[in-house]
């Protein structure tokens, strides 16, 4: 069973780069997608973006700009690095796994596994 | 990129079924998945594929599709499945980013 502990700096100031990690711990990692979400005070989730089985990226159009995602899978570890925070970034980021599959007439894709999450500040 | 459309209020009496929509053009190709969170709480999934629930997620949610419109049918609500719901798919195309909707904020009455 895969489970995923996060961790990162929780207060910023505007311009400075956010950094969190999620490691993974157990099961097996075949065909999965290591996401980064983030969910707003009192607001919906967005997806910031994710490593794939192959190890590229894939990131949301409105953050691709300031956005890394890296693995380290020797370590089963990867990262979020978010650049030049405003308050709008300010959020609880998750760390998640995703897992895609398919039917005949259609694709699915879910995140089973998510970390506990991880409150960021952006303040001045 | 797809956007995903959830009304953002629902309520339920207790023991009665409530169904939940998600409308997008991306549930031509992709099934909807949908995400029980309740407050201060990581999102927990609930329904995957055509109708897929994790081990532990009771037989009372279902979920179902219909062209562009996905919905999640809990039958017998109980006071626990208070909670925000969000649908989620994969843009197609190009971009084939995740998407969300603004989630279902349901009320067991």
């Known amino acids: 069973q895969v489970q995923l502990q996060q961790w990162g700096a929780g207060t910023l100031k505007p311009s400075e780069t956010l950094s969190l990690t999620c490691a993974v711990y157990?099961?097996?990692?075949?065909?999965?997608?290591w996401s980064w979400i983030r969910q707003p005070p009192g607001k919906g989730l967005e997806w910031i973006g994710e490593i794939n089985p192959s190890g590229d990226t894939s990131y949301n159009p409105s953050l691709k700009s300031r956005v890394t995602i890296s693995a380290d899978t020797s370590q089963k570890q990867f990262s979020l690095d978010l650049r030049s925070v405003t308050a709008a970034d300010t959020a609880v980021y998750y760390c998640?796994?995703?897992?895609?599959?398919?039917?005949?007439?259609?694709?699915?894709?879910?995140?089973?596994?998510w970390g506990k999450g991880t409150t960021v500040t952006v303040s001045s | 990129s797809s956007e995903l459309t959830q009304e953002p209020t629902m309520s339920v009496a207790l023991g009665q079924t409530v169904k939940i929509t998600c409308q997008g053009d991306?549930?031509?190709?992709?099934?909807a998945t949908w995400y029980q969170q309740r407050p201060g709480q990581a999102p927990v999934l609930v329904i995957f594929?055509?109708?897929s629930r994790p081990s532990g997620i009771p037989a009372r949610f279902s979920g179902s599709i219909s062209g562009t419109t996905a919905s999640l049918t809990i039958t017998g609500a109980q006071a626990a499945d208070e909670a925000d719901y969000y649908c989620?798919?994969?843009?197609?195309?190009?971009?084939?980013?995740?998407?969300f909707g603004g989630g279902t904020r349901l009320t067991v009455l």
């Open positions: 594929g055509k109708n």
């Open positions: 157990g099961g097996s990692s075949t065909g999965s997608f």
């Open positions: 991306s549930l031509r190709n992709y099934y």
């Open positions: 998640a796994r995703g897992l895609k599959g398919s039917s005949p007439d259609y694709y699915y894709y879910y995140m089973a596994v």
């Open positions: 989620s798919s994969r843009d197609t195309g190009e971009n084939t980013s995740v998407v």
